[in-house]
């Protein structure tokens, strides 16, 4: 297992000084064995991290070189497995020391085994603190932005918790267990490996958080009628699409996603009419075909409203990524009329906490094109689920949503007409 700890060690420490994700780091350093075990430490602790990091630097009154910054990776791992993951601390403690001293040279290693050996000491204290962050400042002002202190509270806490499996069920389809939420997603434990659940083979549903979910159950009847799946990759939304019968054609710039769509369309027994390998503001600015009726924009965002399944986002972005993202956002918005057309259905969504990727983003679009009118999507929930619509019509779905039963992803979405041409 201390093989594993070291590559546990070298994946953190891309995470947090390459700032990319948890797939990302686990592709670059080749995890093969044990990596239940790996994915299990590295979220915990990513879930951990700015508590862990306060508890350290109690204990270290001295910087950490840089070329030894390994040790301090080292001590993050091994304070959560200490604390939190119930390993024997003679196993955690002597199995960091060793990676510390083979990472960073073996003067540190003392180091390591100090602190290690205070943390598992003082153990029950540690867990009784009241104030464990999970919110960095820097992320933490970024929220501030869009919700007040009681809400960014309730949400920190949800995002510790660690997200169950939410599918989609092909229509006529039915699974044997699980709990049927509002809208018809089933939800399960996230406890086992996916392709061994029941009916995967046969292709009679989908992984897809509720959230997501609901954005196509928010379209009127759609058979027969022509959609454009923008950035449609890796093919939940245009799976829906399909199943309700729709002719779909899907874009997506990157070539690697969309062969993962085509597989994942493969598996379901779908078809879309077309897929394009493009950019999609390439591709509508230049738009000269038949217009579709309906175009679906689950537009590029921050992706912070996936904190729970992706804790490490809320170390990795910033406010420049929000910046970015809302500009492309804009840009998508003002070049989709040119293909959509006249009473034509315009469905945007993001898996962004922030409004100005949602709301904002929207009421300004509206603002600037008076050929657009908002859908009231209130009428369109079930009765429990309407109290995510707000007095725009839009829907804004936090992580606390669901919260006795796993939560969800946080979701905007929002359904507009061109009532002009």
């Given at each position: 297992?201390?093989?594993?700890?070291?590559?546990?060690?070298?994946?953190?420490?891309?995470?947090?000084?390459?700032?990319?994700?948890?797939?990302?780091?686990?592709?670059?350093?080749?995890?093969?064995?044990?990596?239940?075990?790996?994915?299990?430490?590295?979220?915990?602790?990513?879930?951990?991290?700015?508590?862990?990091?306060?508890?350290?630097k109690k204990y270290i009154t001295r910087k950490i070189p840089a070329k030894q910054k390994a040790a301090w990776y080292a001590l993050i791992l091994g304070t959560v497995e200490i604390l939190w993951l119930e390993t024997p601390d003679y196993a955690a403690i002597n199995s960091y020391v060793e990676c510390a001293k083979k990472l960073s040279g073996k003067y540190v290693g003392g180091l390591v085994n100090a602190v290690l050996r205070k943390i598992a000491a003082g153990r029950q204290e540690l867990l009784n603190e009241k104030s464990q962050p999970f919110f960095p400042p820097r992320?933490?002002?970024?929220?501030?932005?869009?919700?007040?202190?009681?809400?960014?509270?309730?949400?920190?806490?949800?995002?510790?918790?660690?997200?169950?499996?939410?599918?989609?069920?092909?229509?006529?389809?039915?699974?044997?267990?699980?709990?049927?939420?509002?809208?018809?997603?089933?939800?399960?434990?996230?406890?086992?490996?996916?392709?061994?659940?029941?009916?995967?083979?046969?292709?009679?549903?989908?992984?897809?958080?509720?959230?997501?979910?609901?954005?196509?159950?928010?379209?009127?009847?759609?058979?027969?009628?022509?959609?454009?799946?923008?950035?449609?990759?890796?093919?939940?939304?245009?799976?829906?699409?399909?199943?309700?019968?729709?002719?779909?054609?899907?874009?997506?710039?990157?070539?690697?996603?969309?062969?993962?769509?085509?597989?994942?369309?493969?598996?379901?027994?779908?078809?879309?009419?077309?897929?394009?390998?493009?950019?999609?503001?390439?591709?509508?600015?230049?738009?000269?075909?038949?217009?579709?009726?309906?175009?679906?924009?689950?537009?590029?965002?921050?992706?912070?409203?996936?904190?729970?399944?992706?804790?490490?986002?809320?170390?990795?972005?910033?406010?420049?990524?929000?910046?970015?993202?809302?500009?492309?956002?804009?840009?998508?918005?003002?070049?989709?009329?040119?293909?959509?057309?006249?009473?034509?259905?315009?469905?945007?969504?993001?898996?962004?906490?922030?409004?100005?990727?949602?709301?904002?983003?929207?009421?300004?679009?509206?603002?600037?094109?008076?050929?657009?009118?908002?859908?009231?999507?209130?009428?369109?929930?079930?009765?429990?689920?309407?109290?995510?619509?707000?007095?725009?019509?839009?829907?804004?779905?936090?992580?606390?949503?669901?919260?006795?039963?796993?939560?969800?992803?946080?979701?905007?979405?929002?359904?507009?007409?061109?009532?002009?041409?």
């Open positions: 297992m201390s093989d594993s700890r070291l590559t546990a060690v070298l994946i953190l420490r891309d995470i947090l000084e390459r700032q990319i994700f948890l797939n990302e780091a686990k592709s670059r350093n080749a995890v093969k064995d044990n990596g239940a075990f790996i994915n299990m430490l590295l979220l915990t602790t990513l879930r951990r991290l700015c508590y862990v990091e306060n508890i350290l992320f933490r002002e970024l929220l501030h932005k869009s919700y007040d202190t009681r809400t960014l509270a309730a949400i920190e806490n949800a995002a510790r918790q660690e997200p169950p499996l939410d599918i989609t069920l092909k229509h006529g389809a039915t699974f044997p267990a699980g709990k049927i939420l509002p809208g018809g997603s089933v939800r399960l434990p996230n406890n086992g490996n996916i392709s061994e659940l029941p009916g995967y083979g046969d292709g009679n549903w989908w992984v897809q958080d509720f959230s997501s979910a609901l954005a196509v159950k928010m379209l009127p009847d759609i058979r027969n009628r022509r959609v454009l799946d923008l950035c449609a990759a890796p093919g939940g939304k245009t799976a829906q699409l399909i199943d309700a019968g729709a002719r779909v054609t899907a874009l997506d710039i990157s070539k690697k996603r969309l062969q993962t769509l085509r597989e994942n369309l493969e598996r379901l027994r779908f078809q879309t009419e077309q897929t394009i390998c493009a950019d999609a503001a390439d591709y509508l600015e230049n738009f000269n075909e038949e217009p579709y009726d309906i175009i679906l924009l689950d537009a590029p965002c921050s992706a912070t409203g996936t904190l729970r399944r992706h804790p490490e986002l809320v170390h990795i972005k910033t406010e420049k990524d929000v910046l970015t993202q809302s500009a492309i956002q804009q840009k998508l918005l003002t070049a989709a009329e040119k293909a959509l057309d006249r009473n034509g259905l315009l469905l945007y969504c993001t898996c962004s906490l922030c409004r100005s990727e949602g709301e904002d983003q929207i009421l300004t679009f509206l603002n600037r094109n008076k050929r657009f009118r908002t859908v009231n999507l209130q009428q369109s929930l079930p009765q429990e689920l309407q109290s995510l619509a707000d007095d725009n019509g839009f829907i804004r779905i936090l992580p606390t949503f669901m919260e006795d039963c796993g939560g969800a992803d946080g979701f905007f979405i929002a359904l507009l007409q061109k009532v002009s041409a």
